[in-house]
């Protein structure tokens, strides 16, 4: 088996990747490589339609690819997520991978806290210790005072604004200290003010928390911020290197 090395935290393969379309296939990613460091924010541009959130999805499991290599390192080995089954995909989003989808998919009848310390728990037995719960409430506020929501943490989901939901999901996928972070157009669904809020909370805790990230976008305005920025067209993809180029 091939690994990363180095720094590298994600490295993707020649990633093909096709969906049916009547009695044809129609590519969603085409041949695609890309490698991610520890700490680096890699940006996902492209038109609506190009493959960005299907190369987000091979990333984190949800969808496995046609052919080609996508390795995660967790720690001294990399594991090649494109040959893992459900139950062994889902262990590792769960331990490993960070995602914050464009909706916030929160639980309705679970506070912000709430929301966080349940994930410390998932996979865990029933009979959590007592002392785990206090370290993963702790540890959950500590998250929500980051992204400045420490005086919401009762509120349930309907009883926070657009922005506010979706820092508690930002914060919820950091919750487990997840060496790869994927974003999925995190500010489509707020205005220019707020989404540009949420844009700046995400660059300053992910450079906090040091996590390999893969954020789709197409707010242009910030990708000058990013450490790397690609773009996708037809399942293509390439350094867009119009974004430094003054």
């Not at 940006?43 to 052919?67: C, F, H, M, Q, Y």
């Not at 996508?70 to 990399?78: M, S």
């Not at 994927?182 to 809020?197: F, I, K, Y």
């Amino acid at each position: 088996m091939t690994s990363a090395a180095g720094s590298t935290v994600l490295d993707i393969q020649n990633v093909n990747l096709t969906f049916p379309d009547g009695q044809s296939r129609v590519t969603a990613l085409d041949d695609v490589s890309l490698r991610l460091d520890r700490g680096e924010i890699a940006a996902i541009t492209g038109p609506s339609g190009s493959g960005k959130s299907s190369l987000l999805a091979v990333a984190s499991t949800l969808i496995r690819p046609d052919s080609g290599h996508v390795y995660l390192r967790t720690g001294g080995e990399a594991t090649d997520l494109a040959t893992l089954g459900r139950r062994d995909a889902s262990e590792l989003r769960r331990t490993s991978i960070g995602i914050v989808f464009q909706q916030s998919n929160l639980v309705s009848s679970l506070t912000a806290l709430e929301q966080l310390e349940v994930m410390a728990h998932l996979g865990q037995s029933v009979f959590t210790s007592r002392a785990r719960r206090k370290a993963a409430k702790a540890k959950a506020m500590d998250l929500l005072d980051a992204v400045g929501l420490a005086d919401h943490s009762g509120k349930r989901p309907g009883q926070l604004s657009g922005g506010q939901r979706q820092r508690v999901n930002l914060a919820r996928a950091l919750m487990n200290d997840p060496q790869l972070l994927v974003v999925d157009e995190p500010t489509s669904a707020l205005d220019q003010e707020r989404g540009a809020a949420v844009m700046d909370l995400i660059i300053g805790v992910v450079r906090e928390h040091n996590a390999a990230t893969l954020l789709v976008t197409h707010d242009r305005g910030h990708l000058h911020r990013m450490d790397n920025v690609y773009r996708v067209v037809d399942g293509s993809l390439t350094v867009d290197r119009e974004v430094f180029a003054a």
